[in-house]
């Protein structure tokens, strides 16, 4: 069954009418949006939404009624996708993992769920592609940064369940993380944490850690972190300090060959 709730789906025409080229451009968007979801979307305005980045917002009247008005970007159905995937990885974790304790199912869980790799999974099966950005940050090359490929990852996997429920949602996480779960043949360590076991274990350098960047405005940051060990740099973005930084440990980890 359908879930009509927490968010009350937008209703057709409440966008601006779109003509022509644009047109056409934006229903080819949607189809291979629902080809890379595997749900075909009873309100294709939901799945509009999820693909509208807040750079491309602009100009689209909020949609819905009461107190559950909805903004035209994808930053709500976002809140919701992130809980949902939480919900589902943690599911099929005790579901594969019966003997492991919560620690390390909790270690899975945020490695599964981390920027990296909903950035990864996303660029792999085409979302960044039929993302609706500006055309100014289009080619600035937004599509490809990490944090909006896992924001609209996030705000896919919010958009089927609120669409169709939880089982669409469950199929398609199943498959576009199956190779994730798969690859985790031991409980892992936070990318920090790795990289400082990595460092102590070849000599007294440890791993510098420093903002090059803010970006964003005061309600929205994107840090951008650096770290750099042995001679070699990794960098990472995100909302905050510190997921920049298990960002930019990651990245120096995949350097460093580990």
């Not at 498959?175 to 990595?198: F, G, I, N, R, S």
Request: glycine content about 10%.
């Amino acid at each position: 069954m359908a879930v009509r709730d927490p968010l009350v789906a937008p209703v057709h025409g409440d966008y601006l009418t779109i003509t022509g080229s644009a047109a056409a451009a934006e229903g080819e968007a949607m189809r291979s949006a629902e080809a890379i979801l595997g749900h075909r979307f009873n309100c294709q305005n939901l799945l509009s939404e999820a693909l509208t980045h807040r750079s491309a917002a602009h100009g689209k009247p909020a949609s819905g009624r009461g107190r559950h008005k909805a903004t035209a970007s994808n930053e709500r159905l976002e809140f919701v996708g992130d809980r949902v995937l939480g919900l589902l990885i943690a599911e099929w974790l005790a579901e594969r993992f019966p003997r492991e304790q919560e620690g390390e199912l909790g270690r899975r869980l945020a490695q599964l769920v981390s920027q990296p790799v909903l950035a990864a999974i996303a660029e792999a099966c085409g979302l960044g592609a039929v993302l609706a950005v500006a055309p100014g940050e289009s080619r600035a090359g937004v599509r490809r940064r990490a944090t909006v490929l896992a924001d609209a990852m996030e705000a896919a996997i919010g958009a089927v369940y609120v669409d169709g429920g939880i089982e669409p949602a469950r199929r398609f996480v199943r498959t576009a993380w199956e190779a994730a779960m798969t690859a985790q043949a031991a409980p892992p360590k936070d990318a920090k944490t790795a990289l400082q076991e990595w460092a102590q274990a070849r000599g007294p350098e440890l791993p510098a850690y420093q903002v090059v960047a803010r970006e964003g405005p005061p309600h929205s940051p994107l840090f951008v972190v650096a770290v750099a060990v042995g001679g070699v740099t990794g960098t990472g973005s995100a909302g905050t300090k510190r997921a920049a930084e298990q960002a930019a440990a990651s990245d120096l980890l995949g350097k460093l060959g580990t």
